[in-house]
């Protein structure tokens, strides 16, 4: 254990949570990390690896479903790279016989209604079938629901998709995410099939304090979805890369700031009565209140439970990640702990204040656009912060990201909102004899100096 990290406080706040949660929920082995920009890493383990091998933090845990998150990655790179569009059928693209119009971004979002696991009773016997067999029994799987419908998880989804990168990439999916994820980021210690550092998985007995062992489960041709090993350590990065990759990956050599975003949108609820958790491309995300996402998955395996997060808005420091590996099936704590962590993480440890300091000067051509306006009868103000020109809506929370604009390449006086309110439409100004905007047109609405009405 590491506590250099961070004070002896914060060090012994995390800890007692830590040990109470592998306490109270008698859990064999846990072991936790805390990844952030601008602190070393911090991990913790508790318990017993269950293996000759002492429990450390190069211990290796099953991960079961956060291996979807890297197989959405691989998707999403091979979207970039012009091999497929997202709303194009996989049939387009690999034989899957009777869902072969189902579009990938149905299929990546849980929205494609397709069965959840592959045909036959697959966790029932523990035997999951080779690529040939998937692919063969495709006869025999359904459509359990309209694509479209709604949430509906399913593991063979995923694995078809990991089919899909491998013929994309001429290759197979555990290469492909070797070189383009793996390799790239420097998670060494996440592997397809489990190293001499693994940890044994448990049922915890409910009524006793005895636990028996399960047997590791192979998931073949399924892997794209729940086949991953690897220690807290790297998943904490990973974890933070979901959440910034700007800061994890600065050169976008595994995936685009802007991909990443675009995985991060919101596609479906998980729960239709209760909007406490949404889905994106792959990527689970648990909304906190006032602003605030925590974006990852979580995943369960025989003797295993996973949960790997990164958070997103409030005064959470920079590429912030937390993973959480436990070497029991049954403790849902485990997976409750990642938000736990994180919310205790920007409690006691927030990030630094940085001070204010002088900025370049306005360009000259937009010096008469800064100040306050008024749209739709709504007060707005526009500023130049970052070197980009902005605009915030006067009542809105400080909290709220503005809309911020880019100029068009070849336009003087148009320019592109590239995020905030009304993203990807245009800001077109009108000037005076003198150079100065006296008028703006933002999405068709007219933006002027003094409350106007429509007309």
């Given at each position: 254990?590491?506590?250099?990290?961070?004070?002896?406080?914060?060090?012994?706040?995390?800890?007692?949570?830590?040990?109470?949660?592998?306490?109270?929920?008698?859990?064999?082995?846990?072991?936790?990390?805390?990844?952030?920009?601008?602190?070393?890493?911090?991990?913790?383990?508790v318990?017993?690896?269950?293996?000759?091998?002492?429990?450390?933090?190069?211990?290796?845990?099953?991960?079961?479903?956060?291996?979807?998150?890297?197989?959405?990655?691989?998707?999403?790179?091979?979207?970039?790279?012009?091999?497929?569009?997202?709303?194009?059928?996989?049939?387009?693209?690999?034989?899957?016989?009777?869902?072969s119009?189902?579009?990938?971004?149905?299929?990546?979002?849980?929205?494609?209604?397709?069965?959840?696991?592959?045909?036959?009773?697959?966790?029932?016997?523990?035997?999951?079938?080779?690529?040939?067999?998937?692919?063969?029994?495709?006869?025999w799987?359904?459509?359990?629901?309209?694509?479209?419908?709604?949430?509906?998880?399913?593991?063979?989804?995923?694995?078809?998709?990991?089919?899909?990168?491998?013929?994309?990439?001429?290759?197979?999916?555990?290469?492909?995410?070797?070189?383009?994820?793996?390799?790239?980021?420097?998670?060494?210690?996440?592997?397809?099939?489990?190293?001499?550092?693994?940890?044994?998985?448990?049922?915890?007995d409910?009524?006793?304090?005895?636990?028996?062992?399960?047997?590791?489960?192979?998931?073949?041709?399924?892997?794209?979805?729940?086949?991953?090993?690897?220690?807290?350590?790297?998943?904490?990065?990973?974890?933070?890369?979901?959440?910034?990759?700007?800061?994890?990956?600065?050169?976008?050599?595994?995936?685009?700031?802007?991909?990443?975003?675009?995985?991060?949108?919101?596609?479906t609820?998980?729960?239709?009565?209760?909007?406490?958790?949404?889905?994106?491309?792959?990527?689970?995300?648990?909304?906190?209140g006032?602003?605030?996402?925590?974006?990852?998955?979580?995943?369960?395996?025989?003797?295993?439970?996973?949960?790997?997060?990164?958070?997103?808005?409030?005064?959470a420091?920079?590429?912030?990640g937390?993973?959480?590996?436990?070497?029991?099936?049954?403790?849902?704590?485990?997976?409750?702990?990642?938000?736990?962590?994180?919310?205790?993480?920007?409690?006691?440890?927030?990030?630094?204040?940085?001070?204010?300091?002088?900025?370049?000067?306005?360009?000259?051509?937009?010096r008469?656009?800064?100040?306050?306006w008024?749209?739709?009868?709504?007060?707005?103000?526009?500023?130049?912060?970052?070197?980009?020109?902005?605009?915030?809506?006067a009542?809105?929370?400080?909290?709220?990201?503005?809309?911020v604009?880019?100029?068009?390449?070849?336009?003087?006086?148009?320019?592109?909102?590239?995020?905030?309110?009304?993203?990807?439409?245009?800001?077109?100004?009108?000037?005076?004899?003198?150079?100065a905007?006296?008028?703006?047109?933002?999405?068709?609405?007219?933006?002027?100096?003094?409350?106007?009405?429509?007309?």
């Amino acid at each position: 254990m590491t506590t250099d990290a961070v004070t002896q406080d914060v060090a012994t706040k995390y800890q007692r949570l830590i040990r109470s949660t592998q306490a109270e929920n008698r859990i064999p082995a846990l072991s936790v990390a805390i990844h952030r920009a601008d602190r070393p890493l911090w991990t913790m383990q508790v318990g017993s690896s269950g293996t000759d091998r002492p429990l450390d933090a190069e211990t290796q845990f099953r991960l079961g479903s956060v291996t979807k998150t890297f197989t959405a990655v691989l998707v999403m790179q091979c979207r970039d790279d012009g091999l497929l569009d997202l709303d194009d059928p996989i049939g387009d693209h690999v034989d899957v016989g009777q869902h072969s119009g189902l579009t990938i971004r149905r299929l990546i979002s849980h929205t494609s209604g397709i069965q959840r696991e592959p045909h036959g009773d697959v966790w029932d016997t523990l035997q999951a079938p080779d690529l040939d067999g998937l692919l063969a029994d495709l006869e025999w799987t359904e459509r359990v629901l309209p694509a479209g419908r709604r949430y509906h998880y399913s593991n063979l989804a995923v694995a078809l998709l990991g089919y899909l990168v491998g013929v994309k990439r001429n290759s197979t999916w555990a290469s492909v995410l070797q070189d383009r994820i793996l390799t790239p980021l420097g998670l060494a210690t996440v592997t397809v099939q489990p190293t001499g550092a693994a940890a044994v998985g448990y049922l915890v007995d409910a009524y006793s304090d005895s636990a028996r062992a399960e047997e590791p489960v192979d998931t073949v041709a399924v892997a794209p979805a729940a086949q991953l090993w690897g220690a807290p350590r790297d998943l904490a990065k990973w974890a933070a890369f979901l959440a910034d990759p700007a800061t994890v990956d600065p050169d976008g050599a595994v995936l685009s700031k802007a991909s990443v975003e675009e995985m991060r949108w919101p596609l479906t609820v998980t729960d239709e009565h209760l909007w406490a958790a949404g889905f994106g491309l792959g990527l689970l995300l648990q909304p906190q209140g006032d602003r605030v996402m925590h974006v990852g998955h979580d995943g369960a395996m025989p003797g295993f439970l996973a949960g790997v997060y990164g958070r997103l808005g409030g005064d959470a420091p920079g590429a912030l990640g937390v993973a959480v590996l436990g070497s029991s099936g049954t403790a849902g704590a485990i997976v409750e702990l990642p938000h736990k962590l994180l919310n205790l993480v920007v409690e006691a440890d927030p990030a630094e204040i940085k001070p204010w300091v002088i900025a370049d000067p306005v360009p000259a051509d937009y010096r008469s656009i800064l100040g306050r306006w008024w749209i739709e009868g709504s007060e707005v103000v526009l500023s130049w912060k970052d070197g980009t020109l902005q605009m915030r809506v006067a009542e809105d929370a400080a909290g709220r990201p503005p809309s911020v604009f880019a100029p068009i390449e070849g336009e003087t006086d148009i320019l592109r909102t590239v995020s905030g309110r009304e993203a990807g439409e245009r800001l077109r100004l009108t000037r005076d004899h003198t150079g100065a905007v006296i008028e703006m047109n933002h999405a068709t609405y007219r933006l002027t100096r003094t409350q106007a009405t429509f007309g």
